[in-house]
C-alpha cells in the first residue's frame, strides 16, 4: 500500500483497528505495541481536529493533551518497522531522527530544531500541515544522563546526553520554535520559520540494553491475559523508574507517558517475518530469481536454520537480511546459467554456506 498523499484539511479516518491490521499485515508479533500504537495515531487526529476546533471558537490553549510515546524493547525486535509501516497508512507527515545525531545547543552537531526541520520538509515546506505530524525518534537510551563524576567546567558537560534531552523538553511539551528552513544547512541561523509543536505526536524508540541490571532480572514467566493471549505480567514490565535509573531525566519522562515495552521474538514469530508478510525477504528473492526463471524454495528446515542462525549472532529479525545474503551468495552469482531450473535450499545448504558445517 503506497503513502497516502497529505492534504491540507483531511483527517485521519481509519479506526485503530483498521490502523491495527495494516500493520499486521507487514509487523510480526507485537500484538500490545501494534494496539498501543494504532490507538495513540488515531487519538492524534482526534486531539488536533478538537484542538483547531476549539481555537475557532477563541479557546486560547489546547485542552486535550497529546500523549507521546516511549518504545523499549531489544535490538531487531521491530521498533524502527512498526514505525515505517506506520508512515505508510497515515495521512500525516512524518519524520525519522537518530537521536545520536544531536547536541546541545552551540556545540558542533544537529540542534533538536532540526528533526522539526526534517518534519517540515516531509510536509512539503507546509507550515500547518507540519504541524500535525509525527516525529519517530530511535536510539533514545544514547542520549541518557552519563553520570555526575564531573560537576563542574565545561568538560563535565553531557552535551550528547542530559544537553539534550533538556533541549527536547520544549519540543516534547508543545511551544513555539524557530525551525531551520533549509535542513541541509541547519547551521544558518537566518533561514528560519516558526512552528507550533504542541500537535506533533512523537514516538521514541531505545534498546535500554542495562536496564536490566541491578537487581531487576529477566522475567522467564508469563500468564494469559482476559483474551487468551499471554502477556508478560505487569510487575515485570519496564517501568518509568527503570528508565530515571537508566539516566533519562524525570522532566523527559514526565512528557512521555505511554511506555510500551517490546519483547523478544519467538523463533516461530522470526519465521513468519521470513515468510508471511507481503514484502518478506523470501518472497523478494523468489520474485528476483523469477526474472532469471528460476522457482526458488526453502525448505521448513531450512527457514529454522537461518532464524537459529540470527539468534546465535543476535541480531533480531534484523539479522535474518545478512544470514540471506550470505546464503543466496552462490546461487544469485550463478542464476543467469541456471534458467528454467527449480531450486530447493534445505538444512545443509544453509549450514555450509553459513560456515556452520
Known sequence: MPPKTIEREKECRLTPREIYHFLDQYVIGQDRVKRAISIAAYNHFKRVSYNREMERKGF????????????????????????????????????????TEYTEAGYYGKDVEVMIGELLYSAEMDVSVAERGIVFVDEIDKIARRGSAMKDGSGGRDIRGEGV?????KLLEGSKVFVPY???????????????????????????????????????????????????????????????KYGMLAEFMGRMPVIVELEELTDQE????????????????????????????????????????????????????????????????EAPEMSGKQVMIDAGDVRRRVGRD
Open 60 to 99: 486560547q490553549l489546547p485542552l486535550l493533551k497529546k500523549s507521546n510515546i516511549m518504545m523499549v524493547g531489544p535490538t531487531g525486535c521491530g521498533k524502527t518497522h512498526i514505525a515505517r509501516n506506520l508512515a505508510q497508512v497515515l495521512e500525516v507527515p512524518f519524520a525519522v531522527a537518530d537521536a
Open 182 to 244: 533549509n535542513i541541509t544547512q541547519h547551521w544558518n541561523k537566518h533561514d528560519f520559520v516558526q512552528m507550533d509543536t504542541t500537535n506533533i505526536l512523537f514516538i521514541c524508540a531505545g534498546t535500554f540494553t542495562d536496564i536490566y541490571r541491578g537487581g531487576k532480572t529477566r522475567p522467564v514467566g508469563f500468564k494469559r491475559g482476559d483474551a487468551g493471549k499471554v502477556v508478560k505480567p505487569m510487575e515485570d514490565r519496564v517501568t518509568t523508574e527503570d528508565l530515571l
Open 165 to 169: 534531552q533538556q533541549a527536547l523538553l
Open 270 to 333: 522470526m519465521v513468519r517475518i521470513v515468510t508471511d508478510p507481503p514484502d518478506s525477504i523470501l518472497k523478494e528473492y523468489k520474485q528476483l530469481l523469477a526474472l532469471d526463471k528460476i522457482e526458488l524454495d526453502f525448505s521448513e528446515s531450512a527457514l529454522k536454520e537461518i532464524v537459529s542462525e540470527a539468534k546465535l549472532r543476535k541480531l533480531g529479525a534484523r539479522g535474518l537480511r545478512t544470514i540471506f545474503e550470505e546464503v543466496m551468495q552462490d546461487l544469485m552469482f
